[in-house]
């Protein structure tokens, strides 16, 4: 199956996004594509989320929208039926990474201990969310598996800030990071799309080169 971090290989960065309104997701989401985002993650966390996920499925076709914070095969099914193209989990269960594997798209189940990335291993599964980030020991907890894990790849989110992000890009086991910066809630409030381009546009270019990796 295609990992996540194959979707949109170029895009450093997924936004993390909470939509109160379904009527912002496609101005919401175009902003984002312009300003080099194409990997958006729509979080499951309020009634409009499936409604915004459909929306931008439907309208922004240069996006590639997957559905976050999702917690159980309902939500997998929902979210899959609404159109997204993958799923991104805080934590993982054995019934959760089923639904997640049967529904074939990319999926990124959360870890945050060494021993939740082992048993994913163990089941074939290389690609995975380091969630909350931050609080979870951030770059140095990342670095430090590189060595013994190798092969397991992550997306940090939580607390990954614009000042942190090239950090964590930097180590060869992070494919991108999830952050929500670039979505302030004053601009988001105001429907300011303009400076929510700006804010993508800057986040776009924390791009590691290859060769530095």
Do not use: H
Request: aromatic fraction near 6%; hydrophobic fraction near 50%.
């Amino acid at each position: 199956m295609t990992s996540v971090f194959d979707l949109a290989p170029e895009a450093p960065v997924v936004p993390v996004v909470v939509i109160e309104d379904a009527a912002d997701a496609v101005p919401l989401a175009r902003a984002l594509v312009a300003g080099g985002l194409p990997l958006i993650e729509v979080t499951l966390r309020t009634p409009a989320a499936l409604d915004a996920l459909r929306a931008i499925a439907d309208g922004v076709p240069e996006a590639v929208v997957g559905a976050g914070t999702v917690v159980s095969a309902a939500e997998v099914a929902d979210a899959v039926g609404a159109g997204a193209r993958f799923l991104v989990s805080p934590g993982w269960t054995e019934r959760l990474l089923g639904a997640m594997r049967e529904s074939g798209v990319p999926f990124l189940p959360g870890v945050s201990t060494v021993s939740e990335v082992v048993a994913l291993l163990e089941r074939g599964v290389d690609a995975m969310k380091f969630f909350p980030a931050e609080a979870a020991g951030g770059v140095p907890y990342l670095k430090s598996l590189a060595g013994p894990l190798p092969q397991a790849r992550f997306c940090p989110t939580g607390g990954v800030s614009a000042a942190s992000a090239p950090a964590y890009l930097a180590l060869p086991n992070v494919g991108c990071v999830g952050g929500t910066w670039m979505l302030p809630p004053d601009a988001l409030a105001s429907r300011d799309w303009a400076r929510v381009e700006s804010l993508a546009r800057e986040a776009s270019a924390l791009r590691v080169p290859v060769s530095g990796r």
